[in-house]
């Protein structure tokens, strides 16, 4: 860990006018100060964004807010998203324990970096750590890595379970710099590698995520997510699905649906979408569609099982989520 | 002797001090002027260190000094085994630049604070000249050699009926034969607590404070490393936090922390980071194992041929006895072949990890015997049952406690075996393809000479000591106990002391060896406190006792009775002014060893359930039935079985360490990558004991407990998983994707052909 000096601002304006490319902000820690003891990351100021108004789990008009500040246990077990969006609440009840889940926030979750090995280890060459110097994985131990999105420059996998949720239900971010604020599609704001793996999101320097908004979508409350992991709990996913399924009897009326586990960002799937609307709920109609996810699959050495697990994690959750398992 | 606890479950004597955390580890030693030491390891796996630039880090905030091999501190080699016992290492750091494994020690920052030395640590910069270095079987080709001798016998153990010429020859002969090769990677201990040394001067005098399995053992290597007497040298250890055989040895960073206190005139603490202990405190290595089984059609043993081939490093020599601790012994058969070659690889020095040759060797030889059964069309238990040894296969000599086919009868009964349906694939509950496993359990018994004091004290306590340790197993508990029962006192009036290299010699607190080496010792002392106190009773004339004839006076629950006087023994003492009364004895093993061979066995039973779609495997139960001689403390005896059990989940279904062909790096150093099973991983595990003391074997009647659960549980696991799904995991762990796509007879959806 390098010397840094340890900053609280008293608004959010401020927080975003004293960030940029040497700060870095803390909100549960569970992520940066792991990379900071890698001395992966060596921000030279960390502002702490704890004290800061990005409260609140609200259901309203347009659908739900939770500010970046939650901690993903509160959002996992608030009433509004088990009852409207179980998906939500299953990704986080999935991630990591419950020690980090108590402590991890919102916003830092969906910033979280990824869990590829190599980036972790300044030891070895990353160009998502330090453009230029190769990529380790390609060639390297590469089971966990991702096989769509992925580029000659990284295959490091997208770590978050909320967030491939928060994509299938076309979710958004705010982001406040300075007194502006916009807002983004999530599934906008994830970046693949290509050339500039060190690119992650459309974040800028010193902006902040004040809040997620996810639109109302009823039939959301038939929704799950599923994951597929090596052991029971504490465990990132080889594959994941979070799906809506919107039914009328036997026939598919739409989907909402994003993989995991599988993608440089969390991986919407609106080919599947497309596929599955309007058919018939049928596990041969799943087996089809789910074929679509892989388009354009890219798997080395130790991942190639993940084409064909990540299409029956789809078949999975779908025959799961239809009723007919 | 009284048995008043015994046998019963006990609450540990030091549960109080660790959930307060009081329990002083040795990691949170303090001294006054302490300083820490943090290691500089290999970043390449094999090669010469060319230089490195410590100048940023020698003037980085607190650090005290930079030791490399350019500015190096002097180590001598350690001793070899059997001098050094269980000397992990030998080849001493920072005296040259070779580099035989990557995370190999290359320099130690010592600063006033952990995290100055730490960050000191990464401001050095080394330049390597690499090679390419051997991590691999196709590379290992090259250098594979074989051993003078495994597990006391010769690298290839032959017994043949007469007239059969070769084992090959038996299983051309045979009927059936089971033809199948096993692998299995690197696996690590990795117990919670982390080695740790703070190592303190006094003059020439040093006291470590090291987590250890043995005192003893790590007082001599460490005394041999620094050149110097082992008299000099005091080694603490009270409380170790989980151990498995990675601190049965002693580690080169140990005296190096030493010599940098004895440089600096201060104090030295070094703690092993999580990702140092993949490469500096030794591993499970891998294996490849090679079984052939013939039987005649009603499963009865012709052949049995096991050949293992084990990785070791190119400085360090440790054999995982797979077939010499296994196939060689546990099933009758008239004709056993077991081999062992080894093949040096650029890693760290491999050890004993809990259940050594055992753990492994069981995986092969009991999936191999589950394939025999399915060959055979006999139950599994049946086909055990029909082949269980009598007598010790080429000794011919009994065991001296042996209940094995009560295991598997047991072990049917509680779990339900009956039940099974043979057919793979049958039983089906929603997603998820239902099947049952079993396997036998296998650990030698092992006793060594060891020494206790035992103590009678004037205020009407005992103290039990002995140079023991207590991994987190409840040695400290179970001392106690043995204490009070050979006293006929209660647990509480007994004070124990182990721990410390100045209290009377005991071994290495490995092989499930310490309850049964250590006991014996204290039953005597007690025995012979109790003729000292009597002895003292009558001399002294201002005891109620004085002038009685020995033979009038005898000691019962703490009492002096005799001459028609009774009288408790603290009174005595306290009465002639006296603080204490005290025996030490030495107890070792006797003759029976050439009468007899020395086993605990046991039989694992598991219900797993396979996801029929994405292949993830989950226990749903177990049962274990252990046959362990006398249960000491049923508490902490049921703790340990379920250890070894998880540690079984984890090597079957999720552990191993992934080493880099290319690099010699491992991939996943860390608890983040190398998975451990978790609290959701293990089920309901039911355990059961036979419970015959052992009393040929000691008088306590105990045989060791802390390995066997691993053994038989993979297995278990594996053959469930067939019973399940019609699959053979061969090669562990059994992660998903080898179980995809599950067989076509299946009621699902083809998914396999990719797009």
């Known amino acids: ?325 | 002797m009284s048995t008043q606890i015994i046998g019963k479950p006990q609450d540990r004597v030091d549960g109080r001090l660790k959930v307060t955390g009081r329990a002083m580890y040795s990691g949170d030693r303090q001294e006054e002027n302490l300083t820490y030491g943090y290691l500089l390891t290999s970043k390449v796996a094999k090669g010469l260190i060319q230089a490195m630039d410590t100048s940023v880090a020698e003037r980085s905030p607190g650090v005290a000094a930079v030791y490399t091999p350019f500015n190096p501190l002097k180590l001598y080699h350690g001793l070899e085994p059997p001098e050094g016992a269980t000397s992990g290492e030998t080849l001493p750091p920072l005296q040259d630049q070779k580099i035989l494994n990557y995370g190999q020690i290359i320099g130690l920052v010592v600063a006033e604070s952990y995290e100055q030395a730490r960050d000191a640590a990464a401001l050095v910069r080394t330049q390597y000249q690499a090679e390419e270095p051997v991590a691999s079987w196709e590379q290992g080709i090259e250098h594979t050699f074989t051993p003078e001798s495994v597990d006391r016998e010769k690298a290839t153990v032959k017994i043949l009926a007469e007239g059969v010429d070769s084992i090959d020859d038996a299983i051309r002969g045979s009927p059936l034969v089971v033809d199948v090769t096993y692998t299995e990677p690197i696996y690590h201990h990795n117990p919670m607590e982390p080695h740790a040394t703070t190592a303190v001067w006094h003059g020439d005098r040093l006291t470590i404070y090291d987590a250890t399995q043995g005192v003893i053992s790590h007082r001599l290597n460490v005394a041999s490393v620094l050149g110097i007497d082992e008299d000099m040298v005091r080694v603490l250890c009270p409380f170790v936090g989980g151990a498995f055989g990675c601190k049965g040895s002693m580690w080169m960073f140990s005296p190096l922390t030493a010599a940098a206190a004895r440089a600096l005139n201060r104090p030295v603490k070094t703690i092993l980071t999580r990702e140092q202990m993949f490469t500096l405190v030794g591993h499970r290595p891998a294996l490849i194992q090679h079984l052939t089984l013939g039987a005649n059609p009603d499963g009865t043993l012709q052949a049995v041929k096991h050949d293992v081939r084990s990785t070791v490093s190119f400085a360090k020599i440790f054999v995982e006895a797979a077939a010499h601790r296994t196939s060689r012994l546990l099933y009758k058969s008239p004709n056993i072949q077991v081999s062992h070659t080894l093949v040096r690889w650029n890693v760290g020095g491999p050890t004993f990890m809990r259940a050594p040759g055992c753990a492994p060797g069981m995986f092969s030889l009991e999936c191999a015997m589950d394939e025999l059964a399915v060959r055979c069309g006999i139950d599994p238990v049946e086909l055990r049952t029909k082949n269980d040894a009598e007598v010790y296969p080429g000794r011919n000599v009994p065991w001296s406690c042996k209940n094995l086919v009560e295991c598997y009868q047991l072990g049917a009964e509680k779990f339900g075996w009956s039940k099974r349906n043979s057919i793979p694939g049958a039983v089906q509950e929603g997603d998820w393809l239902v099947g049952m496993g079993m396997a036998s359990a296998l650990y030698p018994a092992h006793r060594n000479r060891a020494s206790a004091k035992v103590r009678f004290q004037a205020d009407g306590t005992a103290q039990v000591s002995s140079a023991t340790q207590d991994l987190g197993t409840g040695t400290w508990t179970v001392l106690a106990m043995v204490g009070a029962d050979s006293l006929g006192l209660p647990i509480a009036k007994i004070h124990t002391e182990l721990g410390d290299s100045a209290l009377p010699s005991a071994p290495t607190s490995g092989g499930s060896a310490s309850v049964a080496s250590v006991t014996p010792a204290i039953q005597k002392a007690a025995e012979s406190a109790k003729k000292k106190l009597i002895q003292l009773a009558i001399r002294d004339r201002k005891s109620p006792f004085f002038g009685a004839k020995i033979e009038d006076v005898s000691y019962r629950n703490g009492e002096l009775t005799g001459a028609g006087k009774s009288a408790d023994f603290g009174s005595v003492l306290s009465g002639i002014g006296r603080s204490a009364v005290e025996a030490v004895e030495m107890a070792a093993a006797g003759e029976e060893e050439e009468k007899y061979a020395f086993h605990s066995f046991g039989a694992q039973f598991c219900q797993v359930k396979v996801n029929r779609w994405t292949g993830e495997v989950r226990l749903q139960r177990m049962t274990s039935v252990m046959d362990i001689g006398t249960v000491v403390n049923l508490k902490t005896a049921r703790s340990q079985i379920m250890g070894g059990i998880v540690f079984g989940i984890g090597m079957a279904l999720m552990e191993g360490t992934i080493l880099e062909e290319k690099t010699g790096r491992y991939a996943n150093a860390n608890f983040a990558d190398y998975l451990i099973a978790t609290n959701a991983d293990v089920p309901y595990i039911d355990i059961h004991f036979i419970n015959k003391p052992d009393t040929i074997f000691n008088p306590l009647g105990a045989r060791g407990i802390g390995e066997i659960g691993i053994t038989g549980t993979p297995a278990a696991i594996a053959n469930a998983v067939y019973n399940a799904t019609g699959r053979r995991v061969r090669e562990f762990p059994i992660l998903p994707e080898k179980l995809l796509p599950i067989g076509a007879n299946q009621p699902m959806i083809s998914m396999s052909e990719r797009s």
């Open chain 1, 1 to 325: 860990m390098r010397p840094f000096t340890y900053e609280v601002p008293s608004s959010i304006q401020e927080a975003t006018s004293r960030g940029g490319a040497d700060a870095a902000f803390i909100a549960g820690g569970t992520t940066i100060v792991d990379l900071m003891k890698l001395e992966v990351m060596n921000p030279s100021r960390l502002v702490d964004v704890n004290p800061l108004p990005m409260l609140g789990i609200q259901m309203r008009e347009d659908g739900l807010r939770i500010g970046a500040l939650e901690k993903m246990s509160d959002v996992a077990e608030h009433p509004e998203v088990v009852a409207n969006y179980p998906v939500i609440s299953e990704a986080l009840l999935q991630s990591a324990s419950a020690q980090i889940r108590n402590m991890a926030s919102i916003g830092g979750n969906l910033l979280q970096r990824t869990r590829c090995g190599y980036f972790r280890d300044v030891f070895t060459p990353c160009n998502k750590r330090e453009p230029g110097t190769g990529c380790s994985a390609i060639d390297g131990e590469n089971r966990m890595h991702a096989i769509l999105g992925t580029s000659s420059s990284c295959i490091a996998t997208h770590p978050s379970d909320l967030a491939v949720a928060l994509v299938a239900l076309d979710a958004s971010i705010y982001i406040q710099n300075g007194a502006e604020e916009r807002v983004m599609n999530l599934d906008d704001f994830y970046l693949v590698p290509g050339e500039t793996p060190d690119h992650e999101n459309q974040l800028r320097p010193g902006e902040l995520i004040t809040a997620v908004r996810v639109p109302r979508l009823l039939w959301a409350r038939r929704s799950t997510y599923l994951k597929i992991r090596d052991r029971e709990s504490y465990e990132f996913a080889l594959t994941s699905a979070a799906l809506a399924l919107d039914l009328n009897g036997d026939t598919i009326r739409d989907v909402r649906i994003a993989v995991g586990g599988v993608g440089t960002k969390p991986w919407n799937l609106p080919e599947v979408r497309q596929a599955l609307a309007g058919k018939p709920l049928k596990p041969e109609t799943f087996a089809a569609a789910a074929k679509l996810a892989v388009n354009g699959a890219n798997p080395l050495r130790h991942n190639g099982f993940k084409v064909d697990l990540v299409q029956r994690t789809i078949v999975r959750a779908l025959m799961n989520l239809g009723g007919l398992a």
